[in-house]
């Protein structure tokens, strides 16, 4: 394939641009650096949803429907304690629509290229397996987003979830 094609920080990118840098800004500095989202950038995402699959149940349903019934979201176990949705400095839309491969390219994307997170904390979600197998990844995604709205807990029951 063409140089590009398969390299998910750049597919990654692009989706990112297309997608979320309306309100994240194009280096997820989100409100702080005047957007309107939450800040991505500088391990504020990985801090908040330790495993990627967290990541894309947040996505895919947006804040009201991947929050847990007490406005709480992401990891509970955060150093600092669990972010709620009244510290949100706007509404997150939900994107249920981003294609699977697409998915997993953006959540690489945002977790290395903008949140300075490893690739070895996240041993699904890396290039390296994303090259060496995207439909693995789709396919975990695409379990993902079939779960019910408003419960994020749920994360953990599926194969690959990155859970304590």
Not at 77 to 104: N, Q, Y
Request: charged content about 20%; aromatic content about 6%.
């Amino acid at each position: 394939p063409p140089a590009g094609e398969s390299d998910p920080m750049v597919i990654g990118g692009e989706v990112y641009a297309g997608t979320c840098s309306g309100c994240h800004g194009a280096d997820g500095a989100g409100a702080a650096a005047g957007g309107t989202g939450a800040q991505l950038s500088d391990g504020a995402l990985t801090a908040t949803f330790a495993d990627p699959l967290s990541q894309v149940y947040w996505i895919a349903h947006g804040s009201e429907g991947a929050s847990r019934p007490d406005g709480t979201y992401g990891d509970l176990d955060r150093e600092g304690g669990p972010h709620t949705l009244d510290l949100l400095p706007s509404v997150m839309p939900a994107f249920p629509d981003v294609p699977p491969e697409e998915m997993a390219a953006l959540i690489i994307y945002i977790r290395e290229g903008l949140s300075g997170g490893d690739p070895a904390d996240d041993p699904n979600f890396n290039v390296d397996t994303f090259e060496a197998n995207p439909a693995a990844l789709a396919a975990m995604i695409e379990e993902v987003t079939a779960l019910e709205p408003n419960d994020p807990d749920a994360v953990a029951t599926v194969e690959g979830a990155e859970t304590e």
